[in-house]
Structures are given as C-alpha cells and as structure tokens.
C-alpha cells in the first residue's frame, strides 16, 4: 500500500493544519468539561449524604439518569433540545435569536455525564474517611468548612484520584462524540480528511496515535498528582 506521507504536512497541499487544530478542540473541549464535571460530581456527592430527603432523593435520581443514559443520546438532548427550547422562547418573547454553540453543547452534555459518575467517586471516599476524624476536628473546634477544607479534602483527593482519573481517560475518548453534531475536533478532521483524498487508513491512524498521545500524556500527568497527594507518605 502506498501511502502519500505529504497528506499529513503542514500547509496548503497536506491536513496538518486541519487535524492540529482538532487536537487543541479535542483537548480544550476535555479541559473546560473537567472542572465543571468535578465541582457539580463533588456537590452531587455532598447532597446524597445530606439529610434533607429532597436533596438525597433529587441527586440520586440525576445520576440514575445520567449513568444510564447513552452519552450520544445525552449529546442529543442538549444539543437538539436544549436549542429548540431556546428557540421558541425567543420566538415566543420577541427576543434575539440563542443558540448552544457545538462546543457549549458537548461541554454540557458531556459534563452531566461526567458529574454523574464523578459523584459515585466522590461518594466512596468519603465513605472511605473514618468518621471519627470529622469528631476529632469538631472537639479541636473547627467548623464545619474548616474540617472539610483543612482535614477531609486533601484524603478526598488522594482517595478519588485513582477512579477521576479513570473518568478522565473516558472523556478524553467522549470528545470523539461532538463529530456528529459539526465541532471539528481530531475524528471530525480525521473524517474529512479521508473522504475528500480517499486515504481512510491513514488519517485514521493519526486518529488513533493522536488519542494515544494524549491519553500516555494524561497517564502521566495523574501519575505525577497521585505522587504529590502521597508525598507525605514517600516522606515516611
């Protein structure tokens, strides 16, 4: 099989510049979804521990729906939905024109997965923190805020870590799922590239080296975090 290498150089005659820019989408679109993903997966897991039967009942019932839904299907409702409500509200209220852009959309829609299974995480390590530090805090009198930010945050972290980091590695192959609805990440560049020169093997297996890279360099980087969160313990 001959393969015209040139198709992936940088310029007017190859994709390189295409699927660069696919790459940074790729990685950009995973990045802002993340801390949206953690902080709604980390209130998610405060509320099934709450007391209040609303609260308890209403955080369940969001990740039953989230974790069970197809996030494709998911894409779709916030994508389709979410701009057709938006729609006929401004038609309806004489407003100016809204519309979720493909990238918002994915961020959304990728985020409520992401919380979802973020909170069942989180929920199992602070189940994993011994309760008798959460009295031990409280008889050194520290408030409530302090006791979660001075003493169940930093073993929430180190104990999460492991299962976000699994999370991570699954958004980063979800991005792959905004190709449908235009936003041209690397299968979106991958996907034009190899149907207008008819080489499919070959920017698909970019694709794939691409996803590999990020995905080793993600390895790596939680490595480096999982050692920072247990320098006290190679301290010792």
Request: proline letters at 3%.
């Amino acid at each position: 099989m001959d393969i015209d290498w040139t198709l992936i150089g940088f310029g007017p005659t190859g994709w390189g510049d295409d699927i660069a820019w696919g790459v940074l989408v790729t990685a950009s679109l995973a990045l802002a979804t993340l801390p949206i993903g953690l902080v709604a997966g980390f209130l998610l897991a405060l509320a099934k521990q709450s007391e209040d039967r609303f609260l308890n009942l209403s955080a369940n019932i969001y990740t039953t729906i989230f974790r069970g839904l197809p996030e494709l299907l998911t894409l779709f409702l916030v994508y389709f939905g979410v701009n057709g409500a938006l729609k006929s509200l401004t038609d309806a209220t004489g407003l100016p024109s809204l519309a979720l852009s493909s990238f918002v959309s994915g961020m959304v829609a990728l985020g409520f997965v992401f919380a979802a299974f973020a909170s069942e995480v989180f929920l199992s390590a602070f189940r994993a923190i011994p309760q008798g530090q959460r009295e031990g805090a409280a008889a050194l009198g520290l408030r409530r805020s302090q006791t979660m930010v001075l003493v169940i945050l930093p073993q929430l972290i180190r104990i999460a870590l492991p299962g976000l980091g699994n999370l991570w590695m699954n958004l980063l192959k979800d991005t792959a799922l905004v190709s449908v609805i235009g936003l041209a990440d690397i299968l979106r560049q991958s996907q034009i590239a190899a149907r207008v020169t008819r080489e499919p093997f070959l920017f698909f297996g970019v694709a794939i080296v691409l996803y590999l890279v990020l995905t080793i360099l993600s390895s790596a980087a939680i490595g480096r975090i999982d050692r920072w969160t247990k320098r006290g313990e190679l301290a010792k």
